[in-house]
Each structure stands twice: as structure tokens, then as C-alpha cells.
Nanobody, 126 residues
Framework: EVRLVESGGGMVQPGGSLRLSCAAS????????MSWVRQAPGKGPEWVSG????????YYTDSVKGRFTISRDNAKSTLYLVMNSLKPEDTALYYC???????????????????WGQGTQVTVSS
């Protein structure tokens, strides 16, 4: 059974930082491209960032470029997202997902599977 468990969310002030983690199990982690997706209240899901299976190719949606960094530790089957300079508009439930398409397709089309974990809440507010 595929299992994705996100953690690391919280409430921070604008300009603050958080590091999200996603512990994966039930599949061969290092054979799958991975992504982070977020969903704000009342809005549809938004792809945030993706990384290839080897961890040497990363992609970001424009609104987080230069602020967020995605990485993975294949030995630990864990995906990370470091978020700096957080803004109120980053407030959302963040999910990690397996990719259904290679990560290079993510900026232009829906690339992730519909199976998500429980998510971790990120709230940016003063």
C-alpha cells in the first residue's frame, strides 16, 4: 500500500521559514518522480514543485521560485520542501504526491497522481 505522510507545517509570520517532510512507503521511492501540491481554502489544487527520481532536476511554479527548495533523500524515502520568505498567499494544506508524468511536464500540465497523504497545514499570518 502506498503511504505518504507529510509533516512540518505550522503557523509562521510573513517572512518566516518552514521545512516540510514527506515519509514515503509501500513503493520503490527512488524510481518515482515526486511533487508537492497545495490547496488553499476554497481553491483547487496547485502544483508547487517537483523533483526527478535522482534528485538532480527540480522545477517550481513561478510564485515560489527563489523562495522554496525541493529535495529528496532516497536512502530515507523522504521528500522535503524548504520554504523561505513565506507570504500569506502561501497559506494552504500541502501534500506530497507521486508523479504520473515525468517532472519536466509539471509546469505545463497536471503531472501528479490523485493519491495523496493527509497533508500538513501551513498558515502564514501576522
Amino acid at each position: 500500500e502506498v503511504r505518504l505522510v507529510e509533516s512540518g507545517g505550522g503557523m509562521v509570520q510573513p517572512g518566516g521559514s518552514l521545512r516540510l517532510s514527506c515519509a514515503a512507503s509501500g513503493f520503490t521511492f527512488d524510481s518515482v518522480d515526486m511533487s508537492w501540491v497545495r490547496q488553499a481554502p476554497g481553491k483547487g489544487p496547485e502544483w508547487v514543485s517537483g523533483i526527478n527520481r535522482g534528485g538532480d532536476s527540480t522545477y517550481y511554479t513561478d510564485s515560489v521560485k527563489g523562495r522554496f527548495t525541493i529535495s529528496r533523500d532516497n536512502a530515507k524515502s523522504t521528500l522535503y520542501l524548504v520554504m523561505n520568505s513565506l507570504k500569506p498567499e502561501d497559506t494552504a494544506l500541502y501534500y506530497c504526491t507521486r508523479n504520473a508524468l515525468p517532472v519536466e511536464f509539471c509546469p505545463v500540465t497536471s503531472c501528479y497522481e490523485s493519491h495523496w497523504g493527509q497533508g500538513t497545514q501551513v498558515t502564514v499570518s501576522s
